[in-house]
């Protein structure tokens, strides 16, 4: 009976260590904040943007935040609007630093900030980020060129939408501007940008930046290179015919190497520019690594760096 019961407190000890460790397994040193991209939102009547992710990071220890910015507007002016929520839950937390991820445009918002104020900053991950301008804004571009009846049209339009998804999102009132996010996504408006705010971008389109940049943030990235990957996803339709507008690897929108910032992680996971933030409400490749997964073992990453 000794021997019986012995055996299941050991077992009992392993069961409930195994479980400490899993609740801390996310527990970085600062607080994880992810912004959304062009037309994103915090959530949207429950609905996350980072669909899911916020609450499988805080279960296993994670500080998380979700920033709340223009759905539609430049990098700039949406990066002074991140700026502000960053000292506001450094103010909240008690923190030094946070940590900053961000998808789609939200890659170039989360670097203005770091480039700005790097002594807020721990790290920058940029998840199927517009680093070097997209094809498919430099073909809406051309379509609507600067000063014509149609740009006036789409950026109607689109500061309609983007105001709508803010109102949804309970961020009402924040500034749209669909012309000024345009065409910073465009390939000369991301190159323009880089020039202004040059950390972590790699020296030569494809190649690798720095782990560490010069202003002591260290930066990231990883992205998908596959735009239709579940016939059951109703958006992977549109990204295939948005494929289209590239000649390289890409998952719909952006272009795996325009893609890379820093340290890339990977650039081919079969995932396209919505599986990035496990939306379709968490379809994706059958044979490929679950999204939530992969941003789980970033924040263990950014743990077990110290950040």
Not at 74 to 101: F, H
Not at 121 to 129: D, E, L, Q, R
Not at 137 to 166: K, T
Not at 279 to 295: K, S
Request: charged share 15%; glycine share 10%; with cysteine.
């Amino acid at each position: 009976m000794n021997k019986v019961l012995t055996s299941f407190l050991i077992i009992f000890s392993l069961i409930v260590c195994a479980s400490s460790q899993a609740s801390t397994y996310t527990k970085t040193k600062y607080p994880i904040v992810l912004v959304h991209g062009i037309f994103g939102f915090d959530d949207v009547l429950g609905i996350d943007y980072f669909y899911r992710i916020p609450y499988s990071l805080s279960r296993s220890g994670a500080t998380v935040y979700v920033a709340a910015v223009s759905a539609a507007n430049s990098s700039e002016v949406r990066g002074e609007q991140l700026l502000l929520e960053v000292q506001q839950i450094l103010a909240l937390t008690g923190a030094e630093k946070v940590n900053l991820l961000g998808h789609s445009q939200g890659a170039q918002t989360v670097r203005y900030v770091a480039s700005v104020r790097p002594d807020l900053i721990a790290s920058v991950t940029s998840i199927g980020g517009v680093n070097w301008g997209t094809p498919v804004a430099d073909i809406v571009r051309n379509v609507v060129p600067q000063g014509s009846v149609s740009e006036s049209l789409v950026e109607s339009i689109g500061n309609g939408l983007a105001s709508i998804l803010e109102w949804f999102s309970g961020n009402a009132g924040l500034p749209q501007d669909s012309v000024a996010a345009l065409e910073v996504l465009t390939t000369l408006g991301s190159l323009a940008f880089n020039a202004n705010y040059p950390e972590g971008v790699p020296d030569t389109y494809c190649g690798s930046g720095d782990l560490v940049a010069a202003n002591g943030v260290e930066y990231f990235s990883w992205s998908g290179g596959s735009a239709f990957t579940n016939v059951f996803d109703v958006l992977d339709g549109p990204l295939l015919a948005t494929s289209f507008a590239f000649n390289e690897a890409n998952d719909g929108l952006v272009s795996a190497c325009s893609s890379h910032l820093g340290y890339v992680l990977k650039d081919n996971y079969r995932m396209n520019h919505i599986d990035e933030i496990n939306h379709t409400f968490g379809i994706h490749h059958l044979f490929e690594t679950d999204p939530i997964t992969l941003y789980r073992k970033h924040a263990n990453r950014l743990k077990n760096r110290g950040l």
